[in-house]
């Protein structure tokens, strides 16, 4: 397994707010994790990369990441989109591109790397000199997804990157990000709201309840199961 959380609790001050996540991601796969608001899941993210201290097992490669410090977790291999985006305002298109390759030495990989974002998404190239500030909402999402590709990552964290698109721009995000996972191999753990675009993405799921993982199996079981379909497939 690339990544493995067991029994996972973490706190914000005196409040616990997850409380026993357990989930694992294997090299090159990619997992969703579906909860309600409020659930945990950007907290379980925040806890995996030492944004949030935690308790129980976390390991990534086989060693304990837990207690690390973020910048630590990112120098592994661990690229986060973090719920809404967090994309440089002030800096261009391709400015936030070369920021998110910063521990990378090797320029030609980056310049490469760069061109393949753009084709990936097409609207950044016509949008390439602009501030990020200056982009649809769109757009900010796809640059929050290609500056986490540009660190070369080896496992990518997702953070409902469909939030506060219309349906069409979040299937076209969500279609993009499929193809990047197709054609590089990077592991995925995709926190999502809307089921059916992680079902689109991920070849298995966990569902948290209040600060626990209740549930989890393949896609294609959770599709089909009658609670799922209720609470996150809209019947
Ligand atoms: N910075 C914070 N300080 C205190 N409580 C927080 C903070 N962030 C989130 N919470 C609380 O932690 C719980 C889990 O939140 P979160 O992980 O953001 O859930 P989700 O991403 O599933 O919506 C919620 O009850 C939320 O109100
Ligand atoms: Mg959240």
Redesign the pocket.
Known sequence: MLLELENVTAS?GP?Q?IDGVSLSVPDGGAVGVL?A???????TLRAITGVVRAGGEIRFDGRSIRGMRPDQVAALGIAHVPEGRGTLGDLTVRENLRVGAYLRRDRAGIARDIDYCLELFPQLQDRIRSNASALSGGEQQMLAVARAFMAKPRLLLLDEASLGLAPGTAKSVYGAIRRLRAESGIAMLVVEQNANLAFSLVDEAVVLETGRSVLSGPTEELRTMDEIRRAYLGG
Not at 37 to 43: E, L
């Open positions: 914000y409040v707010v909860g608001n409020g659930a945990g899941k950007t907290t």
